[in-house]
């Protein structure tokens, strides 16, 4: 028996809380929204500088909408932000990519700090991984060093660049300072993870769905 689905945004039909002129769906967690809950998120927005980088969010998507890459918007949010060292944590296999970012970011005025993930060289079996995980490399991933280190550049905003799955989530959660993703991991799919869903229902329809 399959388990009932609660529905939630991704259902719904309308996003009448974008256009405003439409009808919320029973489910809405707009329409059905606590008081308490809005007031908490945007008492939130006073925190720290909460509220400046939203601020300087809505004007990049403004200023640049359609018409600036992702890595024109990172230095216009870090202006806007008054961001000068910026931080880079990237993967090992993308370092190409974090070369080129560091490059542009210097020629434009910013001073690019790069911490790379296999920083240390710590062994994956010294933190339990399984032997065979080795075979692709010995020397573990290690977020949480990278992000020690950047904390300890004292950067002002951090960018990563293409960190494993899991190993950006350790990252987020230990940088002192904000983040932002400039690349996410694919192999399959050259880095482009979305391609996998725009296919979803062609060419990965048995992989993701099986018989359905």
């Known amino acids: 028996m399959e388990k009932e689905t609660i529905p939630t945004c991704v259902d719904c039909g309308t996003q009448n809380c974008k256009y405003k002129d439409r009808t919320y769906p029973d489910f809405c967690p707009t329409d059905n929204l606590k008081e308490e809950d809005r007031q908490w998120a945007l008492e939130r927005y006073d925190e720290g500088c909460n509220r400046e980088i939203m601020i300087a969010s809505a004007e990049v998507e403004y200023e640049g909408y359609c018409q600036w890459t992702r890595v024109q918007e990172i230095m216009e949010f870090a202006r806007k932000i008054g ?118 229902d062609s060419y990965y329809r048995k992989k993701f769905f099986g018989g359905k």
């Open 83 to 200: 961001a000068h060292r910026i931080g880079i944590a990237n993967c090992i296999g993308l370092i190409r990519e974090a070369r080129i970012f560091a490059r542009i970011l210097r020629a434009n005025g910013f001073e690019a700090y790069s911490v790379i993930c296999k920083v240390a060289g710590q062994p994956k079996t010294s933190m339990g991984i399984p032997a065979q995980c080795e075979s692709i490399g010995a020397a573990m991933c290690n977020p949480i060093l990278q992000a020690r280190l950047l904390n300890e550049a004292h950067t002002d905003l951090n960018v990563v660049i293409g960190l494993c799955v899991g190993h950006d989530s350790l990252f987020y959660k230990y940088s002192d300072a904000y983040v932002t993703t400039l690349v996410t991991k694919d192999r399959v799919t050259g880095n482009n993870p979305t391609a996998a869903l725009y296919t979803a």
